[in-house]
T-cell receptor
Framework: AQSVAQPEDQVNVAEGNPLTVKCTYS??????LFWYVQYPNRGLQFLLK??????LVKGSYGFEAEFNKSQTSFHLKKPSALVSDSALYFC??????????????FGKGTKLSVIP | DTGVSQNPRHKITKRGQNVTFRCDPI?????LYWYRQTLGQGPEFLTY????????KSRLLSDRFSAERPKGSFSTLEIQRTEQGDSAMYLC?????????????FGPGTRLTVT
């Protein structure tokens, strides 16, 4: 079975400081990995994805994530946090091949609060 | 707006009643997904369509749940004999087929409250 873990329920960071939101995964074979953001009363918005290739992927709004196969991690990062980045962040994964390859498995989410 | 749309946005029903939700995907997307999200949890996969064919179903999708996508465009999710445990946000997503198109685009969701 696939699983995605986000070990922190909440992350607080001061505006202008770098931020990291952690994610680890257990996906059979090679994974697809994604980050989504959810603002209050709005749907999930796609931020970035890792499919293959360069381990550092860049996405929307200045976010980036680093795929680390040996640590089975896919942490979300941003060099300088904005107050507007405050939201709920979800990591998701799926296997590249086989059954379930279109089923995204999500973590529980991490609430990011950027303090002015 | 050319995103995924869902109707209704909110539904309050009494236990035992049937409810139906509708999802309109992004027009050129032939893959459509349903997820359920409860408070404090990430979305959980329910089912997946490619065009009109329902290709995958989660064991979460009990026999009280049925989903259709009759013409490969919009989809409906029906819950029969609702229970309080069905209270959740029901999310629809769509994606195109083809190489490199793996991310799913989500609608705003339908929040179901069963009293």
């Amino acid at each position: 079975a696939q699983s995605v873990a986000q070990p922190e329920d909440q992350v607080n960071v001061a505006e202008g400081n770098p931020l990291t939101v952690k994610c680890t995964y257990s996906v059979s074979g090679n994974p697809y990995l994604f980050w989504y953001v959810q603002y209050p009363n709005r749907g999930l918005q796609f931020l970035l994805k890792y499919i293959t290739g360069d381990n550092l992927v860049k996405g929307s709004y200045g976010f980036e994530a680093e795929f680390n196969k040996s640590q089975t991690s896919f942490h979300l990062k941003k060099p300088s946090a904005l107050v507007s980045d405050s939201a709920l962040y979800f990591c998701a994964g799926a296997p590249i091949h086989g059954a379930g390859s279109y089923q995204l498995t999500f973590g529980k989410g991490t609430k990011l609060s950027v303090i002015p | 707006d050319t995103g995924v749309s869902q109707n209704p946005r909110h539904k309050i029903t009494k236990r035992g009643q049937n409810v139906t939700f509708r999802c309109d995907p992004i027009s050129e997307h032939n893959r459509l997904y349903w997820y359920r999200q409860t408070l404090g949890q990430g979305p959980e996969f329910l089912t997946y369509f490619q065009n009109e064919a329902q290709l995958e179903k989660s064991r979460l999708l009990s026999d009280r749940f049925s989903a259709e996508r009759p013409k490969g465009s919009f989809s409906t999710l029906e819950i029969q004999r609702t229970e309080q445990g069905d209270s959740a946000m029901y999310l629809c997503a769509s994606s195109p087929s083809g190489t490199g198109s793996y991310e799913q685009y989500f609608g705003p969701g339908t929040r179901l409250t069963v009293t």
